[in-house]
């Protein structure tokens, strides 16, 4: 399965200019992460968000490189003004990017994503992303003992949250992205 569709490969890897309304909801989709952000249940080691909703929709409608450099944005945003409860770590930041490129590169240029881009997508942020990279991260800042144990223990809640989170994130990403407002959107936006 090709990840793109896309004939031209340096439209997928260029930096659109946009007009005033695609700026104008980029900026809304940008407030709607943040609020989604705020919505947030449980720690710093284990949280449950919802803020992939508006990812998804920057991913699918602003390309690989406004999605990663929008992802940037938020997390220094979000880490340093918005909700500054602890240090801020690069390596989230980093994160925040690989979950978006990854999301683009599977809904980008898409009118109707199907399931199975959606079932990988979601599949890769969460193995690579959420429990990989976040986990790695949490591991280095928090614990005193660097040891399997340590790692382990941390691991497994976070496995568990994340094999019961999927099935809902891939529901709800294809409700989201393929119904009718979504795609009347797409049209008057972005003119497709």
């Known amino acids: 399965m090709a990840v793109q569709n896309i004939t031209n490969d340096k439209a997928l890897w260029s930096l659109p200019k946009l007009d005033i309304r695609q700026f104008v909801v980029l900026a809304l989709l940008m407030g709607l992460d943040i609020a989604l952000g705020k919505l947030t249940v449980g720690t710093n080691v284990l949280k449950i968000s919802f803020v992939f909703v508006a990812m998804s929709l920057i991913a699918k409608w602003y390309g690989p490189l406004w999605t990663m450099l929008i992802a940037t944005v938020l997390d220094v945003v979000n880490a340093t003004v918005i909700s500054p409860s602890g240090t801020f770590f690069l390596g989230f930041t980093l994160s925040a ?58 691991i497994l809640p976070r496995m568990i949250k994340s094999a019961i989170m999927y099935p809902i994130q891939v529901i709800i990403t294809y409700l989201f992205l393929n119904n009718a407002a979504v795609k009347q959107a797409t049209k008057q936006i972005f003119n497709k």
């Open 97 to 154: 990017i690989s979950a978006g490129l990854i999301y683009a590169l599977f809904y980008y240029e898409q009118v109707h994503v199907s399931w199975l881009r959606i079932i990988i997508a979601v599949g890769l942020v969460t193995v690579v992303v959420n429990i990989g990279m976040n986990t790695l991260w949490l591991f280095i800042m928090y614990t005193r003992v660097h040891t399997w144990d340590t790692y382990f223990a941390l």
